[in-house]
């Protein structure tokens, strides 16, 4: 058994870029999916930290790094100075 769960909405996701790589290459699909879980299982290792990033920046983005016990309110207040 694993430590995370998949909405179902995630288990559609995770179809659809299947089948978008796919067309191009089977195997540069499986994995990327393979990748998606690995970082999935890093993710789980870091258990109670929310992680902002902007994923489109070149080196990746981070923003921020917090522990989920904050409050919702103050976490949005850090992340809304960081922008």
């Given at each position: ?43 789980q ?14 080196p ?22 960081r922008?």
């Amino acid at each position: 058994m694993s430590g995370y769960a998949f909405h179902p909405e995630a288990f559609r996701d995770l179809d659809e870029i299947w089948e978008f790589i796919a067309e191009d290459s089977i195997e540069a699909a499986e994995r990327v999916i393979a990748d998606i879980f690995d970082s999935i299982r890093v993710l789980q290792s870091l258990r109670n930290y929310l992680i902002a990033y902007a994923p489109d920046e070149s080196p990746l983005w981070v923003a921020a790094v917090l522990h989920d016990r904050r409050s919702p309110r103050v976490m949005a207040a850090i992340l809304r100075g960081r922008e």
